[in-house]
């Protein structure tokens, strides 16, 4: 049985009938630029997150930048955060003009290790950038003590966690600024690039709104330099019909999570030592990606490919190790538990459609592997 790692198709299947028709509006108005269906979106999401303000902007990519310009961050500021991460993390601190700075994970949750990053603050740190990767919270309880005790403005990369829940709050609520991505495969994925900061500070919002229209206020008088980092109308309808879903889609996705795991179990591979499952901390954790440990990693990913069984290396060369980051100084061995991340994990098919057949071939293909030694 081929398995998808992730087939969109099976979900606009869903939505095309609510889709269609307010596009076809939209398009009829000929209204693209932000208006009132980014309003709306802005709302909805704002009180989804528990924050005061939601700010639309372009990608994740841009929100994490926008956040940056926002916390004033730039040339001669460094900003804490995690080498094991999708690139745009660190990419946006460089582009910002700042200096990333990495400290290592805890390999329970893959996420920045609060006490290792305690050991890297100088200082020129300006703000820290936990990420909450594959769905689950980075520990915001000592990192938000953290932040505070050095003066550092608190910066989510939730792009992976909307939704993500500990004590009561949800991703992007915990710090001055959250940071989210509407990239087709997140668990709220748009119909092309976007993004979003929540803020529960007005005059961050404020200056959020103007950094994602050239620093324009009033209309072409320009007090501080933005971008074009606007979210497009058509994304802000989808985002906002696909928002009403996303609870139940989380639930889909969590019930692939144990569905995963009483496979496995009953596989027998973790009782060999073969398999590692993911923990889940957080006391509800998204799952936008289901990652497992494996021996012979590499291998398996070959076999899984030949047996077309979709499934992917998230991330092979940590953020440390890249050649556009050579110049920061770090070596291979600076951050052990990321190093066996990167080589020791893999991501199988958890989108909330997946059939209980298709984990099962999944689970199934992957004793086959280590049966055939
Ligand atoms: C997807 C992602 C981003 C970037 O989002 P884009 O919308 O693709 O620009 C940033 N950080 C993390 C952790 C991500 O997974």
Not at 29 to 57: N, W
Not at 214 to 223: A, F, R, S, V
Not at 257 to 274: H, I, K, T, V
Not at 354 to 362: G, M, P
Request: with cysteine; aromatic share 8%.
């Amino acid at each position: 049985m081929k398995v998808p790692l992730l087939d969109l198709t099976r979900q606009y299947a869903e939505l095309r009938a609510e889709i269609e028709p307010a596009v076809a509006a939209l398009m009829a108005s000929q209204q693209f630029i932000l208006g009132p269906k980014v309003g709306e979106f802005e709302c909805a999401l704002a009180g989804y997150c528990g924050t005061r303000f939601a700010v639309g902007v372009s990608s994740g990519t841009d929100a994490l930048l926008i956040a940056l310009m926002a916390a004033g961050v730039g040339p001669g500021d460094e900003v804490l955060t995690t080498p094991y991460s999708f690139f745009a993390t660190a990419g946006s601190i460089a582009r910002a003009g700042a200096r990333p700075v990495f400290a290592d994970i805890d390999p329970v949750t893959f996420n920045l290790d609060p006490a290792r990053a305690d050991e890297r603050v100088t200082p020129r740190a300006k703000a820290l950038m936990p990420v909450h990767l594959y769905g689950q919270l980075a520990d915001m309880a000592a990192l938000g003590d953290l932040a505070r005790r050095h003066g550092m403005t608190l910066i989510e990369d939730a792009a992976q966690a909307i939704g993500a829940e500990h004590g009561g709050r949800r991703a992007g609520a915990f710090g001055d600024f959250g940071c989210f991505s509407f990239f087709p495969s997140k668990n709220l994925g748009g119909f092309g690039d976007g993004g979003a900061v929540t803020t529960n500070d007005e005059q961050r919002a404020r200056r959020l709104i103007r950094l994602r229209n050239h620093g324009m206020e009033p209309k072409y008088y320009h007090g501080e330099i933005g971008g074009n980092f606007r979210l497009d109308a058509i994304h802000a309808l989808v985002l906002n019909i696909k928002l009403k879903r996303l609870e139940a889609w989380h639930a889909a996705r969590a019930r692939n999570a144990e569905r995963y795991a009483a496979l496995f179990e009953e596989s027998g591979l973790l009782r060999r030592g073969l398999v590692r499952l993911p923990r889940a901390v957080t006391d509800r954790p998204v799952w936008n990606q289901y990652i497992i440990r494996v021996a012979r990693r590499d291998d398996l990913v070959a076999a899984l490919k030949a047996a077309e069984i979709g499934c992917e290396i998230y991330y092979p060369v940590p953020l440390h190790l890249q050649k556009c980051f050579a110049h920061l100084g770090y070596r291979e061995g600076d951050f052990p538990e990321s190093e066996r991340a990167a080589r020791e994990t893999l991501a199988l098919p958890i989108f909330p459609e997946l059939t209980e057949a298709e984990q099962a071939a999944v689970v199934g293909a992957i004793a086959a592997f280590y049966k055939a030694g």
